[in-house]
T-cell receptor, first 114, second 112 residues
Framework: SAVISQKPSRDICQRGTSLTIQCQVD?????MFWYRQQPGQSLTLIAT?????????ESGFVIDKFPISRPNLTFSTLTVSNMSPEDSSIYLC???????????FGPGTRLTVL | AQSVSQHNHHVILSEAASLELGCNYS??????LFWYVQYPGQHLQLLLK??????LVKGIKGFEAEFIKSKFSFNLRKPSVQWSDTAEYFC??????????FGGGTRLMVKP
């Protein structure tokens, strides 16, 4: 497995502002992913963070709203832009080991937008 | 597109009862199957996984799951639950290298 950390662990933000979430892994990994877990719901994949190229977004998620950086094989950031209360969720990063077949998750960032 | 359904949203059991959580998926090709667990206040952890071979896989903490290809199912079982098994359980599927699709989750409460 891998040790994954996220910062911040939680935040309360005002509507219209942006928050950048960091994900750090203790080893080099090829695949990194960002998920959203809305209150009382399951996890939904936002995008795959590709090192050296643009992220690949899932249906319903766009780069302008959720820009992602992946500067190296151990680090990625997700920005939640122009936030609204509907963005209140837990945001999780995960890494794929053994290709992408097994994913391990970070502790999550609990975001509340007022 | 693949989808995953978990039949029970909430399950309440007494300690020592047996557990079976249902998971069905819709995808006709080769799949990898996972169960994740999220204990209260903790992050998502891998419980067990199936890639190939013996369809009965054993995971941590006495959990096991059986892959039945003909039924597109991957049910999670434990013969005797403990209070510490109180958590939310997620079934997930990926088609060999692609994205993970999660089921809606099952909240298990074990009464002491």
């Amino acid at each position: 497995s891998a040790v994954i950390s996220q910062k911040p662990s939680r935040d309360i933000c005002q509507r219209g502002t942006s928050l950048t979430i960091q994900c750090q892994v203790d080893s080099q990994v090829t695949m990194m992913f960002w998920y959203r877990q809305q209150p009382g719901q399951s996890l939904t994949l936002i995008a795959t963070a590709n090192q050296g190229s643009e992220a690949t977004y899932e249906s319903g998620f766009v780069i302008d709203k959720f820009p992602i950086s992946r500067p190296n094989l151990t680090f990625s950031t997700l920005t939640v832009s122009n936030m609204s209360p509907e963005d209140s969720s837990i945001y999780l990063c995960s890494v794929g080991l053994s290709g992408a077949d097994t994913q391990y998750f970070g502790p999550g960032t609990r975001l509340t937008v007022l | 597109a693949q989808s995953v359904s978990q039949h029970n949203h909430h399950v309440i059991l007494s300690e020592a009862a047996s557990l079976e959580l249902g998971c069905n998926y819709s995808y006709g090709g080769t799949v990898n199957l996972f169960w994740y667990v999220q204990y209260p206040g903790q992050h998502l952890q891998l419980l067990l996984k199936y890639f190939s071979g013996d369809p009965l896989v054993k995971g941590i903490k006495g959990f096991e799951a059986e892959f039945i290809k003909s039924k597109f199912s991957f049910n999670l079982r434990k013969p005797s639950v403990q209070w510490s098994d109180t958590a939310e359980y997620f079934c997930a599927v990926n088609n060999a290298g692609n994205m993970l699709t999660f089921g809606g989750g099952t909240r298990l409460m074990v009464k002491p």
